[in-house]
Nanobody, 126 residues
Framework: QVQLVESGGGLVQAGASLRLSCAAS????????MGWFRQAPGKEREFVAA????????NYAESVKGRFTTSRDNAKNTVYLQMNSLKPEDTAVYYC???????????????????WGKGTLVTVSS
């Protein structure tokens, strides 16, 4: 497993931007596919974005396509989530995740992901 620490959350107004970061330590970062998930109050955790080990494959949830961008810097052991045009419905705790298999993250069904961060809260006011 890898240890993951998210940062960059906060309170913003609708239409604003935020960039989340997730710093990894432990096992070799570049051997892990990385993902972002979120969980709003009273709702289940849902997939937001995934990026493969090399960054060559990226997937987004339909709800964030065109607004969110994920990237990674393997030299810095860090993955990013750039969030633009934020909406109140984006309010949630955002979690970083790591797994050796890209498909495990993309097709997440509530279990099986190797490592999770503790999350960072994003609140978007209207």
């Amino acid at each position: 497993q890898v240890q993951l620490v998210e940062s960059g959350g906060g309170l913003v107004q609708a239409g604003a931007s935020l960039r989340l970061s997730c710093a990894a330590s432990g096992r070799t970062f570049s051997s892990y596919a990385m993902g972002w998930f979120r969980q709003a109050p009273g709702k289940e955790r849902e997939f937001v974005a995934a990026i493969s080990q090399s960054g060559g494959r990226i997937n987004y949830a339909e709800s964030v396509k065109g607004r969110f961008t994920t990237s990674r810097d393997n030299a810095k052991n860090t993955v990013y989530l750039q969030m633009n045009s934020l909406k109140p419905e984006d309010t949630a705790v955002y979690y970083c995740a790591a797994d050796p298999y890209y498909s495990t993250i993309v097709y997440y069904k509530g279990s099986g992901v190797d490592s999770w961060g503790k999350g960072t809260l994003v609140t978007v006011s209207s």
